[in-house]
DNA sequence: TTAACCATGTAAAAAGTTACATGATTGT
DNA sequence: ACAATCATGTAACTTTTTACATGGTTAA
């Protein structure tokens, strides 16, 4: 499981709580995580059993107490191990495609329906990546190296989601030229 | 859980056994799933007690008896219903990506290797990609917009794979520029 | 006053992977 | 002799999702 390791590549910046790991994974799109809650409080968990994090109780009055996890060297260890294992290919669910896969049965109102929703929700994922992207608080102590792999990281995303859009006209454009009305 | 509903559409193409469906999924690269046994004899076995399809047993000497999958017209309906239904957003997960934003301590021949790496697993699949399309066996009684639909995404998968492999090389490129030595 | 934010977690269910188990036939 | 194809399935495990549970603070 990555999840575990992506854990340790933020707290490799600075140390985070469960809390705001969460937010992280959120803001960072190309991750895919839904870093719900139970994942990342167990990942936790199972770090600190690993000696890969430490954590560290901050009492804080009326609120309850944060836990702020450390990464320790073995971590970063783990981290640069696990960094630079082989890779695997990317797997991409989308039942969106499945749907037009088996869209033989819809009218031409229900299919340009469907590739409208898809198309709008698109445009919506495209809008909050740039804003995120714009909004992003870069850390300091990371070589210009480091920081032109994020820069390509958030343009692979922006340029996916703009072919979903071109490839989302096309095919409107080729269905309507086959409608049959 | 859409595996079902992937089964229910080939399945509306004409009947098929659970090892046939096994091999449709493995040839059809846009759809992800392992298709391993246990999920298509388990949804098989789910699908029949919902009566979307009913089960053909063939006996064959000297082979154990087939089981021959038909749809019913609940099956079309159920089918229908959730390709109009509202898509989901894809879900992409590429821990290679995770790997390249954590890869900070790489050295630059580790970098370069995982980069590589990566970058022959998608000549692999695209070639892979290509092969496969020329194989298809296209199936009669299909629409022309069926057609064009899923030509459209075979060349969808052919795109993102050629994609790919435009922004490793961008990304090698980049990384070489700023190398340490 | 209502929603969002801060901050932690648990329980149960669903989905998915890997390995095991059987056994004949056909092609190299 | 070995691998691939045909054909079914089960068991154990891991991963992921969804819902539940608590409760104070802050801003519109």
């Not at 990942?43 to 560290?56: A, D, I, P």
């Not at 970063?76 to 991409?92: G, N, T, Y």
């Not at 996916?160 to 409608?179: A, C, F, H, I, P």
Request: net charge neutral; proline share 2%.
């Amino acid at each position: 499981m990555s999840l575990t390791h992506t854990i340790l590549g933020f707290l490799s910046w600075k140390p985070f709580t469960g809390y705001e790991l969460k937010k992280l994974f959120s803001e960072t799109d190309f991750i895919y995580w839904s870093g719900n809650n139970n994942q990342i409080y167990k990942s936790l968990v199972q770090l600190s059993s690993e000696k890969l994090v430490t954590r560290e109780v901050v009492q804080q009055d009326s609120l309850p107490a944060k836990k702020i996890y450390h990464i320790t060297d073995k971590g970063r260890k783990e981290l640069h191990d696990w960094a630079s294992s082989s890779p695997e290919f990317a797997q991409v669910k989308n039942t969106f495609l499945m749907q037009l896969a088996w869209s033989g049965e819809l009218n031409d109102r229900e299919l340009s329906n469907l590739i409208g929703e898809y198309q709008y929700e698109v445009e919506m994922r495209l809008a909050m990546c740039r804003t995120k992207l714009e909004r992003r608080t870069v850390l300091p102590d990371r070589t210009e190296r480091e920081e032109y792999i994020w820069e390509m990281l958030w343009q692979k995303e922006i340029d996916y989601l703009k072919g979903e859009l071109n490839w989302l006209v096309k095919l409107s454009q080729g269905v309507v030229k086959r409608s049959g009305k």
